[in-house]
C-alpha cells in the first residue's frame, strides 16, 4: 500500500532531521512533510475505494454462495423427489440431501467468514494506517507550534 511508504517517508524525514541542542525538538523540511501529506490525501480517496470494492465484492460473494447453496438445495429437493418410489433410493436420497445442505451451508459459512476476515483485515490495515498519519500530523503540528 503506497500510505503505509508515504509514512514510512515521513518517518524518514523526521528521523533525518538536525535535533536542536539540549531539546528533543528538531529542524525539518516543512515542504517535504508538507509534500508528503499532500501525497497521502491524493491516496487516501484510492485506499477508501479499495475498502469498499471490497465490501461490495464480499457481498456478491455472499450472494453468490447463497445462490449456490439454494440451488443445490433444489436440486436434492428433485432428485428426491424423482426418487420417491423406491424405499431403500428414498431412504439414500434423505441422507444425501441432509449431507449436501450440510456441505452447502458449511460452504456459505466459509466463504461468509473468510470474506467478513479479510475486509476486516484490510480496513483494520486502512484504520491503523490513517490513525498512524494522524498521530504523525498532530505531532508535528505540536513541534511546529
Do not use: C
Request: aromatic share 4%; net charge negative.
Amino acid at each position: 500500500m503506497e500510505i503505509f511508504t508515504l509514512l514510512e517517508t515521513l518517518e524518514e524525514i523526521l528521523e533525518q532531521s538536525k535535533k536542536l541542542p539540549f531539546t528533543d525538538k528538531a529542524i525539518v523540511d516543512k515542504e517535504a512533510i508538507l509534500e508528503v501529506i499532500k501525497e497521502i490525501r491524493l491516496k487516501l480517496p484510492d485506499e477508501l475505494k479499495q475498502a469498499k470494492w471490497i465490501k461490495e465484492e464480499r457481498q456478491r460473494i455472499l450472494t453468490e454462495a447463497q445462490k449456490e447453496a439454494n440451488d443445490i438445495v433444489k436440486e436434492a429437493e428433485t432428485r428426491i423427489i424423482s426418487m420417491i418410489d423406491e424405499h431403500e433410493i428414498t431412504k439414500k436420497a434423505y441422507e444425501q440431501k441432509a449431507q449436501i445442505i450440510e456441505t452447502a451451508n458449511e460452504m456459505s459459512r466459509e466463504i461468509s467468514q473468510g470474506t467478513k476476515e479479510y475486509a476486516d483485515n484490510v480496513l483494520g490495515s486502512i484504520q491503523t494506517a490513517l490513525e498512524d498519519a494522524l498521530k504523525v500530523i498532530q505531532n508535528n503540528r505540536k513541534e511546529l507550534k
